[in-house]
């Protein structure tokens, strides 16, 4: 304990502010808790009373300094960040919103552990903040506007990305592969169209191969079977609901690079539609594609795959509304006929809230920036890798 003052002493001066802030003898209270304060300065409890009593005399800026002294002992404490931030923007400070920002960081997950005078300031520091951000956002969007003209597309959206980002407005999402990660890659959630020359030809094939889809379900679904087949041993407990569950199906045309003759065999044209797709050949690993149908009313959780080595492409097929894929900081509606690149990598998920079925095709495709000469020798390692398991030396030798 700092200063002079016997813990007996620190109480009787407790209970002396409290006993004048009851009969609203300010004064006599802003001398009782300033000498605690400084008689027990690493707790932040007597400087946050002090602020209060000097903000209820109107001295904001002692009030202000008292917070300072009080976060210096306790630098995380939502409370004083908050009146801080508060009594900033009484003061008119440029910085108040800010402050906001920082207050909320420190801010209970659970609101309902908050009093009302705690709970309305902080849902005032969201408005403030919010406000503020949204200027912000806009301000330096018109900064860059400025050679707009001589970006891609895709350039404007990363500077879009490099914007939010800093504002703290997207999450930072990046490539999390249960598996195989291959160093170097771009973290994007979907993939530009022209880094996928063959992607109009494919989805040109999507009225054909959809009519073999319907002749699959007009024969009962049969071929599908559960895209989720895990040990329930295994620590996958993510996938507990889904688990050996047809809600979510698969029709399996390639796993793991075998070909399903008797599922492949009744779609032909789908598989001439493959064969022109840059797809992994790996033994155990790829080429993999499938119609995958998801039921109604269900929801694949969020997860993510294998090896960034690879990119997943869907083309939908059968698409009620209601029916939604999120990959990162993005969220959209499949569209008939029009396909996309991503990144499953990246934590993402999919629902159907709709009362039909869903069904895509889902298929893996190289990632375009892997050159040919990676490709062999990752192609080389995985292999290597499942064959070792299989011939590994014992320590017997």
Same mark, same amino acid.
């Given at each position: 304990?700092?200063?002079?003052?016997?813990?007996?002493?620190?109480?009787?001066?407790?209970?002396?502010?409290?006993?004048?802030?009851?009969?609203?003898?300010?004064?006599?209270?802003?001398?009782?808790?300033?000498?605690?304060?400084?008689?027990?300065?690493?707790?932040?409890?007597?400087?946050?009373?002090?602020?209060?009593?000097?903000?209820?005399?109107?001295?904001?800026?002692?009030?202000?300094?008292?917070?300072?002294?009080?976060?210096?002992? #306790?630098?995380?404490?939502?409370?004083?960040?908050?009146? *801080?931030?508060?009594?900033? $923007?009484?003061? @008119?400070?440029?910085?108040?919103?800010?402050?906001?920002?920082?207050?909320?960081?420190?801010?209970?997950?659970?609101?309902?552990?908050?009093?009302?005078?705690?709970?309305?300031?902080?849902?005032? #520091? *969201?408005?403030?903040?919010?406000?503020?951000?949204?200027?912000?956002?806009?301000?330096?969007?018109?900064?860059?506007?400025?050679?707009?003209?001589?970006?891609?597309?895709?350039?404007?959206?990363?500077? *879009?990305?490099?914007?939010?980002?800093?504002?703290?407005?997207?999450?930072?999402?990046?490539?999390?592969?249960?598996?195989?990660?291959?160093?170097?890659?771009? @973290?994007?959630?979907?993939?530009?169209?022209?880094?996928?020359?063959?992607?109009?030809?494919? $989805?040109?094939?999507?009225?054909?191969?959809?009519?073999?889809?319907?002749?699959?379900?007009?024969?009962?679904?049969?071929?599908?079977?559960?895209?989720?087949?895990?040990?329930?041993?295994?620590?996958?407990?993510?996938?507990?609901?889904?688990?050996?569950?047809?809600?979510?199906?698969?029709?399996?045309?390639?796993?793991?690079?075998?070909?399903?003759?008797?599922?492949?065999?009744?779609?032909?044209?789908?598989?001439?539609?493959?064969?022109?797709?840059?797809?992994?050949?790996?033994?155990?690993?790829?080429?993999?594609?499938?119609?995958?149908?998801?039921?109604?009313?269900?929801?694949?959780?969020?997860?993510?795959?294998?090896?960034?080595?690879?990119?997943?492409?869907?083309?939908?097929?059968?698409?009620?509304?209601?029916?939604?894929?999120?990959?990162?900081?993005?969220?959209?509606?499949?569209?008939?006929?029009?396909?996309?690149?991503?990144?499953?990598?990246?934590?993402?998920?999919?629902?159907?809230?709709?009362?039909?079925?869903?069904?895509?095709?889902?298929?893996?495709?190289?990632?375009?920036?892997?050159?040919?000469? $990676?490709?062999?020798?990752?192609?080389?390692?995985?292999?290597?890798?499942?064959?070792?398991?299989?011939?590994?030396?014992?320590?017997?030798?």
């Amino acid at each position: 304990m700092a200063g002079s003052l016997t813990q007996i002493e620190m109480e009787a001066l407790d209970e002396a502010a409290r006993t004048a802030m009851q009969a609203r003898d300010f004064h006599t209270a802003r001398r009782c808790l300033a000498q605690l304060a400084e008689a027990d300065p690493d707790h932040v409890e007597p400087w946050l009373k002090l602020a209060a009593v000097c903000r209820g005399l109107g001295d904001l800026q002692a009030a202000l300094d008292a917070l300072d002294r009080g976060l210096i002992a #306790a630098p995380r404490h939502y409370v004083a960040l908050l009146m *801080r931030a508060t009594l900033m $923007e009484k003061t @008119h400070h440029p910085d108040a919103a800010d402050a906001f920002g920082i207050a909320l960081t420190q801010a209970p997950e659970n609101e309902a552990l908050l009093d009302g005078p705690t709970l309305a300031a902080t849902r005032h #520091a *969201r408005q403030v903040h919010a406000r503020h951000i949204a200027a912000k956002r806009d301000f330096l969007a018109k900064t860059v506007e400025e050679g707009a003209h001589q970006r891609s597309a895709f350039e404007q959206k990363k500077i *879009r990305f490099f914007i939010e980002d800093a504002l703290h407005l997207r999450t930072r999402y990046v490539q999390e592969p249960v598996q195989f990660y291959y160093p170097g890659l771009p @973290h994007y959630e979907y993939f530009e169209r022209d880094l996928f020359p063959w992607l109009e030809a494919f $989805e040109a094939a999507t009225d054909e191969i959809r009519e073999e889809l319907l002749g699959v379900i007009d024969e009962g679904f049969t071929g599908f079977t559960p895209y989720v087949e895990y040990d329930a041993t295994l620590p996958l407990d993510q996938w507990k609901d889904l688990n050996h569950n047809p809600d979510w199906g698969a029709f399996h045309l390639v796993r793991g690079g075998r070909r399903y003759d008797q599922n492949a065999d009744r779609c032909p044209r789908t598989m001439a539609a493959l064969s022109k797709l840059p797809q992994p050949s790996i033994s155990n690993r790829g080429p993999n594609a499938m119609f995958s149908a998801l039921k109604p009313h269900t929801r694949i959780p969020p997860h993510t795959g294998v090896s960034n080595t690879r990119l997943v492409c869907h083309l939908p097929l059968i698409m009620p509304d209601q029916c939604f894929f999120r990959v990162g900081n993005e969220t959209r509606p499949w569209k008939m006929g029009e396909a996309w690149v991503f990144d499953d990598t990246i934590n993402h998920e999919a629902w159907n809230d709709s009362d039909e079925v869903r069904i895509i095709l889902l298929v893996d495709v190289w990632n375009p920036f892997i050159n040919p000469v $990676e490709q062999v020798a990752i192609k080389a390692a995985m292999e290597a890798m499942d064959a070792y398991g299989a011939s590994a030396p014992t320590e017997d030798g």
